[in-house]
């Protein structure tokens, strides 16, 4: 019989595909790895399992603990699988712009969520990163993954994003683009194909206008889940060859070409990504050019806000037609 024994044994492994429409006739190939594929529907089901296991055998976490961990929501997914399988209760902390959506995903796998303010500097007490903080301490058997400085967290795409990519392409990859949080997809994946072919591969961060990866100070940007207003230990600074910089309005234009036109639906740092890629294709003058570009998770999170015609007006984003017509609309 073909079935896993666990849900958890399906990570990784996910496909390359390849981007046809939205690459305005860029001559490099240019493949997206669907992260979404993954069982918990992002990237981050890959470090999940690797922090946890690891703490498991130094002691950190105990049988019966608590994971609690400041995240988006998509690292907690990941956790909260692995919480599931091996019996510890998980407290999430988010910061508000983060979508109910997401936040109701956490809760339907069984977690808890404490919701904070994003606006306030990562010191202030009531910031995600100093609740968080505060929980680990007050709650007996707690253990923070800390994905922010956790080296289990780039360690695992050394171990499975990179050689994966690797053997997808026959080593034929020359440009490898991702968004970057913690930084570590970019951190990890980056390292492990630099390495393996010799510095021949050139590693590309796509970053959020206002970021401090593009040379920002944190302004504030409505895309989720990358750029960051400081600067994380599980960032390898030596790692990036160029920094491309994107604004929201771009993320997210990307982000609802890839749904119309590769039926790809994917999350708004998906569309970066993937809108840092086509710009970097498009200046390169070799067709024998592979640009592989990461796509974290998947858009279903985000229908009411990327998705949504209104909420993309409020913010003053110019959308296209309607999806939703009237039959008067179409007559
Ligand atoms: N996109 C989304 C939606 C994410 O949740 C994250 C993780 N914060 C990233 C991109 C960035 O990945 P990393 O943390 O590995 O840099």
Known sequence: MDYANALLDLVGDTPLVRLRRVTDGASPLVLAKVEYFNPGGSVKDRIAT??????????DLQPGGTIVEPTSGNTGVGLAMVAQERGYRCVFVCPDKVSEDKRNVLTAYGAEVVVCPTAVPPEH??????????????????????????????????????????KQTEGRITHFVAGIGTGGTISGTGRYLKEVSDGRVQIIGADP???????????????????EDFWPDTYDRDVCDRIIEVSDADSFSMTRRLAREEAMLVGGSAGMAAAAAIR?????????????????????????KVFDDDWLARFGFLTPPRGEQTVGDLL
């Open 125 to 166: 007490p009531n910031s995600y990163y100093s609740v968080s903080d505060r929980l680990v301490r007050e709650i007996d058997g707690a253990w923070k993954p800390n994905q922010y400085a956790n080296e289990n967290n780039p360690r695992a795409h050394y171990e499975t994003t990179g050689p994966e990519i690797w």
């Open 50 to 59: 690797r922090m946890v296991e690891a703490a498991e055998k130094s002691g």
């Open 280 to 304: 970097l294709a498009r200046e390169i003058d070799d067709p024998d050019a592979v640009v592989v570009v990461l796509l974290p998770d998947g858009g279903r999170g985000y229908l009411t």
């Open 209 to 227: 206008h206002g970021s401090v990866y593009s040379g920002g100070t944190g302004r504030p940007y409505l895309v989720e889940g990358v750029g």
